[in-house]
């Protein structure tokens, strides 16, 4: 936060918390004395107030708790000999995941989350697709080939023709 100018080098995290708590406390006594005012509209946007406040800090602390969480499961993936894209895919996908629940914590373009986490994992299935079919296109046709023989009912066993005589030139009947 520092870094990007929103607070001093000398703010610490429990002086930012205990700042939260009494904006909060202001805002809580705030309404109560609208109420004892007897000003119905000032408490009311004042209570929306709080209580948006709260949803954007609790999305805050979803969106917090996923990018621990993300780290976390990264590592012990990691850790476990996986190198490559899959620590980085695992990290990313429950980031995004995060993002999406804290936004719509948050109540935040709830249409826009959702339409962004569709597209995104419908454009997944897409580019899983178009490369299983145009990369694979050998491995696809030998599958669909197993999956075509396996759903094929049987066919009865043919029953045996009566023998015939051979034609004058030595060669059996056609039939």
């Known amino acids: 936060m520092s870094a990007l100018g ?4 000398s703010t610490t995290p ?15 006594f705030a309404i109560k004395a609208a109420e004892l005012l007897q000003s119905p509209i000032i ?11 709260g949803r954007v800090l609790f999305g805050g602390v979803i969106i917090l708790g996923g990018f621990v969480f993300a780290k976390i499961a990264s ?24 993002v999406a629940m804290g936004l719509r914590f948050m109540g935040l373009a709830n249409e826009i989350v959702i339409i962004a986490f569709a597209s995104i994992i419908g454009s997944a299935a897409i580019a899983c697709a178009l490369a299983f079919g145009l990369g694979g296109r050998p491995t696809a046709h030998k599958l669909l080939e197993q999956w075509t023989d396996a759903n094929r009912r049987p066919m009865p066993p043919a029953r045996p023709r009566a023998p015939t005589a051979p034609t004058a030139d030595g060669d059996p009947p056609l039939v």
């Open 43 to 53: 408490a009311i946007m004042l209570a929306q107030l709080l209580e948006l406040g």
């Open 75 to 98: 590592n012990l993936v990691a850790g476990t000999g996986s190198e490559g894209w899959l620590p980085a895919i695992l990290k990313w996908s429950i980031i995004a995941l995060s």
């Open 6 to 9: 929103f607070t001093s080098e």
């Open 14 to 28: 429990s002086r930012t918390v205990g700042t939260i708590v009494m904006i909060a406390i202001m805002l809580f």
